[in-house]
Antibody, heavy 121, light 110 residues
Framework: EVQLWESGGGLVQPGGSLRLSCAASGFTFSSSAMSWVRQAPGKGLEWVSSIIGSGTTTHYVDSVKGRFTISRDNYKNTLHLQMNSLRAEDTAVYYC??????????????WGQGTTVTVSS | QSALTQPASVSGSPGQSITISCTGTSSDVGAYNYVSWYQQHPGKAPKLMIYDVSNRPSGVSNRFSGSKSGNTASLTISGLQAEDEADFYCSSYATSSPYVFGTGTKVTVL
């Protein structure tokens, strides 16, 4: 069974940092692009970042450029999102998602259960 | 990249058909056949229902169908059932971004 499991969420003060992780199983991890999508409380889905299968190409939404870094370890089948200089508006449930193809943009067919990030003093 | 525009809510009675629209621009929906639709029940993760405008993943009911005309994509749910009550989001590949989501539509089964 294909599964994704996020971890690393929590409460952090504005300006602080968090590192989210997503453990994958049940598929060839290196063959799939991976993405992070967030959902603020009571709001819609917002794409945050994507990385291709090899990890050599990444893409970010403008609001997190320079603050967030997506990476992957294809040996450990794990996806990461390093989040620095966090702001109140980054408060959301963060979902890890498997893309349908080696490159991203073609739809996300498996989603984790989400991890909650709260930025507040 | 602005969010794609969806109606805030759509409702229908059991057995009826409903259609949710997703309006973008010539830089996203109109330019690429990479429109996806996701269903999200309260407190749950999204689920892929349609990809590449009109394709259904394995296991998704054939009551769900997708189409596109110009800058607008549509999701039709036929034979509406109680378990279809959820939020639905469209998504498209865009010139400046691999994913842009729609504003979301709450489907209510009357």
């Amino acid at each position: 069974e294909v599964q994704l499991w996020e971890s690393g969420g929590g409460l952090v003060q504005p300006g602080g940092s968090l590192r989210l992780s997503c453990a994958a199983s049940g598929f060839t991890f290196s063959s799939s692009a991976m993405s992070w999508v967030r959902q603020a409380p009571g709001k819609g889905l917002e794409w945050v970042s994507s990385i291709i299968g090899s990890g050599t190409t990444t893409h970010y939404v403008d609001s997190v450029k320079g603050r967030f870094t997506i990476s992957r370890d294809n040996y450990k089948n794990t996806l990461h999102l390093q989040m620095n200089s966090l702001r109140a508006e980054d408060t959301a449930v963060y979902y890890c998602a498997k893309d349908r193809a080696y490159s991203y943009g073609l739809g996300m067919d498996v989603w984790g259960q989400g991890t909650t990030v709260t930025v507040s003093s | 990249q602005s969010a794609l525009t969806q109606p805030a809510s759509v409702s229908g009675s059991p057995g009826q058909s409903i259609t949710i629209s997703c309006t973008g621009t010539s830089s996203d929906v109109g330019a690429y056949n990479y429109v996806s639709w996701y269903q999200q029940h309260p407190g749950k993760a999204p689920k892929l229902m349609i990809y590449d405008v009109s394709n259904r993943p394995s296991g998704v009911s054939n009551r769900f169908s997708g189409s596109k005309s110009g800058n607008t994509a549509s999701l039709t749910i036929s034979g509406l059932q109680a378990e279809d009550e959820a939020d639905f989001y469209c998504s498209s590949y865009a010139t400046s971004s691999p994913y842009v989501f729609g504003t979301g539509t709450k489907v209510t089964v009357l």
